[in-house]
């Protein structure tokens, strides 16, 4: 065998081992998690995960991590035509692996699993410790730099100052918030999603509440604060907006 022939066999076979651990690398990692009849999650290694709450009641921030697919689920699914991987992510800014996201077929929703062996997590408004306002339409699912950013409002006697005044606040609809936006022929206009408030939590930096702001024309607010609409005093923006 002379050396050229030597050397092409070799570089062969080097770049065949590494398409193969390459190929086993991305398909051997898949840690099938068990469901119980109650609903508990169960990873290879025995740790539990229990539902916690749906997408749209809380949210997580940041990138997701692939950990495992669903005994007996589909590992992939499409929604509206969208392919998608099923099955149970962590998020990869997180500290720890207490919070698990998962993606079921066919819903463009995620659901959120904690650990069993956690103490309970009160994910409610009370408990926020730091409320921060984002402008638009306030998307920052994928941005986890708003976990550590500190900006917004921490003080927690401010935060309970906050969530009393809008509670007492009547609903935008009967203090006539509609009128501001109401054509003459009755369709509405210039009704948008001014902004969100982000609730964060000292417990699950990762995870977070959402307060819609809605705006009337430009000429009034109103807040969404656990699926119940308040007027929001136009004072509370500009606090938020100066820090």
Not at 62 to 89: I, P, R
Not at 139 to 154: P, Q, Y
């Amino acid at each position: 065998m002379n050396t050229a022939h030597f050397i092409k066999k070799s570089l062969c076979a080097v770049l065949s081992i590494s398409i193969l651990l390459a190929f086993s690398a991305c398909t051997g990692t898949d840690n099938v998690f068990t469901k119980t009849e109650d609903g508990i999650l169960i990873s290879a290694s025995g740790t539990e995960y229990a539902h916690l709450a749906n997408e749209g009641i809380l949210y997580y921030l940041g990138d997701l991590v692939f950990q495992g697919s669903v005994k007996g689920e589909a590992k992939t699914s499409q929604h509206l035509g969208l392919s998608y991987q099923t099955g149970l992510f962590s998020i990869k800014s997180a500290e720890t692996d207490n919070i698990l996201v998962r993606r079921t077929p066919n819903n463009e929703w995620c659901s959120i699993y904690r650990k069993t062996s956690l103490p309970p997590f009160d994910f409610s408004a009370d408990n926020c410790t730091r409320l921060e306002l984002v402008l638009g339409i306030g998307d920052i699912k994928n941005d986890g730099i708003h976990t550590t950013c500190g900006d917004g409002i921490s003080n927690r006697s401010v935060i309970a100052e906050f969530l009393s005044d809008v509670r007492s606040q009547t609903d935008p609809r009967e203090a006539g918030l509609y009128d501001l936006i109401k054509k003459p022929d009755g369709m509405l206009e210039n009704c948008y999603l001014y902004a969100v408030i982000y609730g964060f939590f000292e417990d699950e930096p990762n995870l977070a509440i959402r307060m819609d702001i809605t705006s009337y024309n430009d000429l009034a607010y109103s807040v969404s604060v656990e699926g119940k609409e308040y007027v929001l005093p136009e004072t509370w923006i500009q606090r938020f907006q100066n820090n």
